[in-house]
């Protein structure tokens, strides 16, 4: 019998299915992850109760969702009040600390999430005795474990203990489906929200690419608002710092200003290239880090992790989003600003999700339409889940035997420069899958293995 049948009766409740719709924000239009299936387990533990700080929280929840609990004559239905105006100042109150953990779930989790099942994992792995002993007993499809997990890492973000009042809604979504239903649509709705207004961020904050923004400029200038005609792969700059190194090596060196005069012969290949952009025929490879990744001239083609993520992009960029908009490109400052997100995240230390997602963002944020878009004369689109992927596994790469600890001393080496000395109790993003990475990081892991044979068979024909 399914192992959902098995899990169903040792929770000796009645199982309710509910219909999952497809992730709730994907940054990537052009590569949706897969629907999930169409039913989704929702396992009830046993009954909870909440304290009367608990059930405070519980009503304010409730407040600015605009519902309020039926009484016990009810159809077991809520009512929809209509929302009140929010007066306190921001985490002030109980509902907006759950509303920062879930903007948490791009920023630091997962980009490509889907919050109901976030939720309902977690809450579900969250009863140590009823859910967590079963959690893994459901199909590999719906990657609960997965979920379950974020669950829990955006709750640590919290400054209050939310987790039982998740609970209590969670268990009572049998009776006031309604409660649970709205909680997951406002939480979804607040990680969207939350990935577009760092995709404007990014759009609006072209100074961080620049290795010397007080000197150095792109040329012609993008002002703020221009179209994506404009930029990306149509700008003469950023489409040197969109493409990868294997392609960028071919062009001219890149000048951050006017053009040389004359400008540079290209030689055929870069040639061939340019002609693919004017054209809207070429996308940049995923299966390669952007140049913007690594410091201008410092990519080894023999060794991928060598100098990885040390562009100034990628620190700027993390202390763009999560310390001070105007203080991106400044030195670190071991002070952080009360209402900044790093603060209202509850975080200190750099992790590779959140490596992951300003490297997205960053390519998500300044590419032409035809990046974008996939359109018709395109031969392909952009996968930004691809790179995504690539970020983490990167992280997760130990095959380089000179690079055993690389992961740790880059995230060491970036939370230095975005936050200062860091706090070492905290994440040290090891957080990361496990999986290979495909393209140029299974190339050289299969090249240092063949020569590892070539010599073991060299000094055998020796002896």
Not at 93 to 100: C, K, R, S, V, W
Not at 187 to 199: F, G, I, L, P, V
Request: aromatic share 8%.
């Amino acid at each position: 019998m399914p192992s959902i049948i098995l899990l169903t009766s040792f929770l000796y409740c009645t199982p309710r299915s509910v219909g999952m719709p497809e992730s709730e924000a994907i940054p990537d239009p052009n590569n949706p992850t897969p629907a999930p299936s169409s039913t989704i387990p929702v396992l009830i533990p046993p009954s909870t109760s909440l304290t009367a700080e608990q059930h405070a929280f519980y009503q304010d929840i409730l407040d600015h969702l605009g519902l309020t609990v039926p009484s016990a004559a009810s159809s077991g239905i809520p009512s929809v009040l209509g929302k009140r105006k929010i007066g306190p100042p921001r985490n002030a109150q109980a509902h907006f600390f759950l509303i920062d953990a879930a903007k948490f779930v791009p920023r630091g989790a997962d980009a490509f999430w889907n919050m109901k099942r976030i939720l309902t994992y977690g809450c579900l792995k969250s009863f140590p005795t009823a859910g967590a002993a079963r959690i893994d007993d459901l199909p590999p499809s719906e990657r609960a474990g997965h979920h379950a997990d974020i669950f829990a890492k955006i709750m640590s973000t919290c400054r209050i203990d939310l987790l039982p009042v998740l609970q209590h809604i969670y268990h009572d979504s049998n009776a006031r489906p309604a409660v649970w239903q709205a909680l997951c649509d406002r939480m979804a709705k607040a990680a969207s929200e939350a990935r577009t207004q760092d995709t404007n961020t990014f759009k609006n904050s072209l100074r961080i690419l620049l290795p010397i923004p007080g000197s150095d400029c792109l040329f012609p200038p993008i002002e703020q608002g221009i179209a994506k005609s404009k930029r990306g792969l149509a700008h003469p700059q950023l489409r040197m710092l969109i493409m990868p190194w294997k392609d960028r090596v071919l062009f001219p060196p890149l000048i951050y200003g006017p053009p040389a005069n004359p400008t540079p012969t290209l030689s055929p290949e870069a040639q061939t290239i340019y002609d693919k952009i004017v054209a809207s025929q070429y996308t940049p490879s995923c299966k390669y880090f952007p140049s913007f990744c690594y410091p201008d001239g410092q990519w080894n083609p023999d060794a991928y992790l060598e100098n990885l993520f040390t562009g100034v992009a990628i620190w700027r960029g993390i202390r763009l989003l999560f310390v001070s908009r105007s203080g991106a490109i400044n030195a670190a400052d071991d002070e952080l600003s009360y209402g900044c997100l790093a603060a209202i995240h509850n975080i200190r230390r750099v992790t590779a999700h959140m490596v992951a997602y300003v490297v997205v963002q960053v390519m998500f944020g300044y590419p032409s339409a035809v990046l974008l878009s996939g359109q018709t004369r395109s031969p392909k689109k952009y996968k930004f889940t691809v790179l995504y992927q690539k970020v983490l596994d990167a992280f997760a790469d130990d095959s380089d035997p000179d690079r055993p600890e690389w992961g740790k001393e880059t995230l060491d080496w970036l939370t230095e420069r975005v936050f200062g000395e860091g706090d070492d109790n905290l994440s040290d993003g090891s957080d990361c899958d496990g999986a290979a990475s495909e393209d140029e990081a299974v190339a050289q892991r299969r090249r240092r293995a063949s020569q590892r044979v070539l010599a073991d068979a060299t000094n055998s024909g020796g002896t």
